[in-house]
Each structure stands twice: as structure tokens, then as C-alpha cells.
């Protein structure tokens, strides 16, 4: 005795329906009279896969990767257990990213995906909890411990070390040799990175170095919307072949605060010196120079920048900016060539929003790799550098290009003083990472003071067990004039 159902639980003629209106989801398939019964499901939800990207870290977030089908998302259920032979699990989370509680050291972690549809649920068990070590974030999270008030944008930049270049070989024995290598892995390291990010309460974070798998499917991105109500974008270098590489940039802003407007991003600094049209003589010097040319063309270096509106003020908007400069220690005149170009782009998207009666102010983040010191430093903050300054004459005594006055129109400040450190490794130490923001429409209310010496010496370098990156984090708190 066989019959089909339709969601109000009327039977259907099955000698006529056919196959397309009979099994629907909603349908019943009654079987015996009724005596059982079976919800119809069409293309259910399904869980394919469920992925621990983070070790297991009592006080610190995890991230799972779940692989779902005929569905984007799920339901979670976080629950905890000290024992597996005798089970006493209790719920602690039911969000995306959630934070395992401080005192769950040894304990077994409980994951269990509810189907939207009414499918199948899946369960994984993981653990047991490592107890984690002491973090130096707490003391800088002292001077964040809310989000900031109206007035006021909290800025957070971060070369976060890709994956890249810290899970190998190479950076295992000759960058990083102080470092266990199990402090290496982005599996640790992701954990210390999500915290120190969350306890920020950051309206923007500018960061850079980040590997394209950590933003999609190792969590960055969704840690940050579900766990810190940041939305975000990424922009990856550009490779020598043309292709995106592995790694670049990531701008993410509070949605409670900033809609996005536009995406002006340079993906590629070298292209944008050749099509534009007022760098043609800049553009005709880089080419007349066939060795400086070669290197300049190497470098994949862009530029990631966001126009975000003002939620609460029409006709404020922030104009976000982040990258990350070419590393050489000796290309000085690398770096102030990409410095002019983003601080070009800067300087024409100002005017044009100036033109049409609209505050833009200007936020520049990110890894100059360069001192203050430097040319990239001073054009920056006194918005022009002669053709006499000594970066021209990098690496030689000798100008590699004619040389010419750089400028602009911006007026830009740094957030922080000179340091005695950004970025603190064997061999070198060095204020390398900035914070410039736009001193029309912007005012410093203050900075998170970074890590000392002393603090760094017992674990010798960076990164270590504490520190998961080779880079510190700046954090200043802008307010609006």
C-alpha cells in the first residue's frame, strides 16, 4: 500500500502524476497506511566534508572548512566533552569561528552540522584541547577593549607572514631557525592571529602577506564577518606570468559603519605607470634604463583601495588604501617609485570627489619596508622629495633613471613616531609597517603602544610561540574633524 502526498497532505493519483509533481519536496511517501512514512527531499543539503584548518587551542577560535552542496550554509552546534569513554557533552557555541572557553584544556570538541533543509545532520568529533600558551596580545587588547565611538575609526594594519614563506624548509632552518616549527604552521599561527585581530575591535584592517587559501577557505574572511562584522576583499599580487600569486593583500571594513562604494585597486603598479597618461614622463625614464627596467618590471606590487561611505554622514566617505612595497634592502628606488604611484592614485581620486562637494579622507596602511628615514616615508608625510635625495641613488652612487621632483597634493601624517621596531627577525630589526591617515579630516587620538625590546629578547625573534608573524601590528584611533 503505497501512496504520495503533497504538502498539505492530500493524496495524489499516482497513475497520473507525473514524476516531476509526484517527488517534490514537502511530498510524503506513505508506505503500510501510513504505518511509515518519508519526508521527500529534492537535491537535499549535503555535507560533503568537514576540514580542522586551526589546531585546537583553549581561549583561542577555530576554524573548520565545511564542504556543503545544494546549500551555502548550516547550522553549527559546538559542544564540549572531558571524556570520550564517558561522554558528558555541553553545548558552549553556535557560531562559525567560535572561541574555545579558557578552561578547555584536554577536553574533546563536538561538532555537529544541522542542515537549513532538514537533511542529513553530520557530526565530527575533534581534540582533545591543547592548553595554550600565555599571549602578549592581552596586554595590547587593554587599550581596545570596545569598538570606538561614532567619530572615531580604529585602524589596524598587519603583515600577517604568509604561509608562503613560513611552512618550508627554507624558512624553517635559515629565516626563522629560532622558531619551533610547529609555531610556523598556519594552523597555529591562524589561531593567535584570529584572536589578536578580534580583540582590536577594529573599524578597518588593512593587512598584508595574506595567502589566498587563509581569506577563502581557511576562515580569514569569515572569522572577521561572523565573529567582528567586517566585510572584505582581497588583492593578490600579480606573478611574473600575469597571473594572480599566492598571496597579497586584504581590506576589510565594519559594515555597521561604512558601505562600500567603489573598488579603485591598482592590480598591478607597473601597469598603472604605463597607461596613465600625466606618469608618461616618469614611465619614459624607468624605460630608458634597460637593467633598472628588468627589476622594475619583476615586481608584482599593487595596491588595494576602497572608497567606503560613511553610513551615518552622506557625503563623508574613507578612502582605505593598503600595500605592501618590494623587499630588497636595496631597492630605494624601487620602492619610492611605487610609493609615488599609489600616492598618485591617492591624490587623483581625492580631487575628483573633492570636485563634487564629497569629504574624502585618506587612510594609507601597510608594509612600506622602508624606515622613516627613507624617500617612501618623506614624500609621503611632506608630500614632495627633491631629485637630490640619496634614494634616487639606489643602489649605486651612480641615478639609475633621470631623476625628477615627486609630489603631491595630499596632506598626510603618521600615526606612529619612529619605533625602534616593526619587524624584529635575526638578522634585522626596524620600523618597516606605517599608519598615514589625512590631516584635513582626520585627527590622531591615539596609538597601541608596541611590544618592547624586552618583551621580544626572551623568545629571541619573530616569529615565536607568542608572535605568529615576523611583522608587529599598528592600531591607531582616528577622529573625524
Known amino acids: 500500500d503505497l501512496a504520495i502526498l503533497d504538502s498539505a497532505g492530500n493524496p495524489l493519483d499516482t497513475n497520473t ?14 508506505l503500510n497506511s501510513g504505518l511509515i512514512t518519508y519526508q521527500m527531499l529534492v537535491d537535499p543539503c549535503l555535507i560533503l566534508c568537514c576540514k580542522l584548518t586551526s589546531q585546537l587551542l583553549s581561549g583561542f577560535p577555530l576554524h573548520c572548512d565545511l564542504q556543503l552542496e545544494s546549500c551555502s550554509e548550516c547550522e553549527r552546534i559546538w559542544e564540549l566533552s572531558s571524556s570520550l569513554t564517558k561522554p558528558n557533552w555541553t553545548e558552549f557555541s553556535r557560531s562559525r569561528c567560535p572561541t574555545l572557553p579558557v578552561d578547555s584544556a584536554d577536553c574533546f570538541v563536538r561538532l555537529t552540522a544541522v542542515p537549513p533543509d532538514g537533511g542529513l545532520q553530520f557530526q565530527q568529533t575533534f581534540g582533545p584541547v591543547a592548553n595554550a600558551l600565555n599571549s602578549y596580545v592581552s596586554t595590547r587588547h587593554a587599550f581596545t577593549p570596545a569598538v570606538t565611538a561614532s567619530d572615531t575609526v580604529r585602524v589596524v594594519s598587519y603583515n600577517l607572514l604568509a604561509n608562503l614563506y613560513a611552512d618550508s624548509d627554507y624558512s624553517r632552518n635559515q629565516l626563522f631557525p629560532w622558531c619551533d616549527p610547529n609555531y610556523l604552521s598556519m594552523s597555529y599561527r591562524k589561531c593567535l592571529i584570529f584572536r589578536e585581530l578580534s580583540g582590536y575591535n577594529a573599524d578597518l584592517v588593512a593587512l598584508q602577506e595574506v595567502d589566498e587559501p587563509l581569506f577563502r577557505s581557511g576562515g580569514l574572511a569569515e572569522f572577521l564577518e561572523h565573529e567582528c562584522g567586517l566585510s572584505g576583499l582581497s588583492q593578490m599580487k600579480l606573478g611574473q606570468d ?198 584635513e579630516l582626520l585627527k590622531l587620538q591615539g596609538t597601541v603602544p608596541l611590544p618592547r625590546l624586552e618583551d621580544i629578547h626572551p623568545l629571541t625573534a619573530l616569529p615565536n610561540r607568542c608572535y605568529p608573524s615576523d611583522h608587529l601590528a599598528l592600531i591607531a584611533d582616528l577622529m573625524w574633524l
Not at 502524476?17 to 506513505?30: K, N, P, R, V, Y
Open 17 to 30: 502524476a507525473l514524476c516531476g509533481d509526484a517527488f517534490c519536496s514537502g511530498h510524503t511517501l506513505s
Open 242 to 439: 600575469g597571473k594572480p600569486a599566492q598571496e597579497g593583500l586584504a581590506l576589510f571594513y565594519r559594515t555597521s559603519r561604512f558601505d562600500l562604494a567603489e573598488d579603485r585597486s591598482l592590480p598591478s603598479l607597473n601597469q598603472y605607470l604605463d597607461s596613465t597618461e600625466s606618469l608618461a614622463p616618469l614611465s619614459s625614464a624607468v624605460k630608458a634604463n634597460e637593467k633598472f627596467l628588468e627589476t622594475w618590471q619583476a615586481r608584482g606590487q599593487c595596491a588595494q583601495v576602497l572608497i567606503l561611505r560613511c553610513r551615518d554622514s552622506p557625503g563623508r566617505y574613507l578612502c582605505a588604501c593598503t600595500t605592501h612595497l618590494f623587499w630588497y634592502p636595496s631597492a630605494n628606488l624601487v620602492r619610492l617609485l611605487q610609493t609615488h604611484l599609489v600616492l598618485h592614485h591617492l591624490d587623483q581620486i581625492k580631487r575628483e570627489y573633492s570636485a563634487r562637494g564629497d569629504q574624502l579622507a585618506i587612510v594609507l596602511a601597510g608594509d612600506f619596508n622602508s624606515m622613516p628615514d627613507r624617500g617612501p616615508y618623506w614624500l609621503t608625510t611632506r608630500g614632495h622629495l627633491a631629485a637630490e635625495h640619496a634614494d634616487w641613488f639606489s643602489p649605486g652612487r651612480e641615478a639609475m633613471i633621470d631623476r625628477q621632483q615627486l609630489s603631491h597634493s595630499l596632506s598626510l601624517a603618521a600615526a606612529y613616531e619612529p619605533q625602534p621596531f616593526t619587524n624584529y627577525t635575526g638578522g634585522f630589526s626596524g620600523h618597516l609597517d606605517h599608519i598615514f591617515f589625512d590631516t
